[in-house]
């Protein structure tokens, strides 16, 4: 029988503790043992991401209100944060609280997700405000860092505000010491008003060079950027480093990973962060499917370590 991480008591417990004791956040909080580091001892991050709810994408494989199923989700969370070679989360404050209430971030690196105001399918969503954690609420709160989605759409005048909007994250999270996690990319309209992600290299190599000159500073800048099919061009547009996004899941989770394992060689890349595709596998077996993305990111940190131990 699997063991269920979020039982009856444990569930009934953060129920109460959410309406009798909001005090507790901030408690939690403050005692939360950080990690002391963001990238861990095999140079690399893994991170699993949890904010797509905050923007109203709810949406997993074969049900459009996957997400919306919080407990579920929470328990998906749980089983992932086991894994001894997750360092952490990316999530929006209400799931990065109910984890810090659960005792589920201990020792983990943490990264508050900043702008959800682009909510999925409606019209304004390339005008991406700031709607989670800003700059120096990550700070007090004790976070590693924060992350920004930055959609780029030529045609959509919303994409200059939230380039602006970005830029400002940088620069406030920079001052602070904290990690700012940048996640440039580039969208294109249909004349039927579809948008749809642009995989190519020219356009994503296009989004990291945006991203990179955002704020004063990229002494403390990250990039999250989607796998495709062509990354040296991609990844070597840049000397920050960069973790690989999960992005929606496909039809065959093989496939994605092995994407994956592709663009994780690449010198700037540093890690993983993924969300749905892992936790909500084909079958369900979350964490098989961590352990599986796991191995690929240990198996690139290897081969990177390999190079260099021969490098002249």
């Known amino acids: 029988m699997i063991r ?24 939690a909080y403050a005692r939360r043992l950080r990690p002391g580091r963001v990238v861990g001892d095999r140079g ?17 494989p074969g049900d459009p209100l996957g997400m919306a199923d919080r407990r579920d989700l ?33 020792g983990k690196v943490v990264i508050g997700s900043m702008n959800r105001g682009g909510l999925y399918g409606a019209s304004w969503t390339m005008d991406d405000r700031f709607t989670g954690y800003d ?6 709160c004790g976070l590693e860092g924060g992350k920004m989605l930055l959609r780029i759409d030529d ?16 620069t406030g999270l920079a001052a602070r010491g904290l990690l700012a996690m940048v996640e440039p990319l580039p969208y294109a309209r249909s004349a039927d008003g579809v948008l749809a992600l642009q995989r190519d290299s020219a356009s ?10 955002l704020g004063t500073t990229s002494a403390y800048t990250w990039l999250k950027l989607p796998a495709c099919d062509d990354p040296a061009a991609v990844f070597g547009a840049t000397t920050l480093p960069c973790v690989v996004l999960g992005g929606v899941p496909g039809p065959d989770p093989e496939h994605d990973l092995a994407s994956w394992s592709l663009a994780l060689r690449e010198p700037a890349v540093r890690g993983l962060v ?16 961590v352990d599986a993305a796991a191995r690929a990111l240990r198996t690139a940190s290897s081969s990177e370590h390999e190079q260099e131990a021969v490098a002249p």
């Open 4 to 27: 269920d991480p979020l039982p009856d008591d444990r569930w009934h417990e953060l129920l109460h503790v959410r309406a009798t004791r909001p005090g507790a956040v901030a408690d």
């Open 44 to 60: 690399t991050l893994f991170l699993v991401a949890a904010d797509h709810a905050a923007r109203g994408a709810l949406a997993v």
């Open 74 to 106: 929470l328990r998906r969370l749980l089983l992932a944060l086991e894994h001894p070679d997750v360092d952490g989360l990316l999530g929006s404050p209400d799931v990065v609280e109910e984890l810090l209430l659960l005792g589920a971030l201990e």
């Open 135 to 140: 700059a120096a609420g990550a700070a007090d």
């Open 155 to 170: 045609t959509d005048a919303g994409t200059a505000r939230t380039i602006e909007g970005c830029a400002n994250a940088v």
């Open 204 to 213: 994503l190599a296009r989004a990291v060079t945006v991203a990179s000159g």
């Open 274 to 289: 993924v969300g749905r595709a892992l936790l909500y596998p084909p079958g369900g077996d979350v964490a098989a499917a």
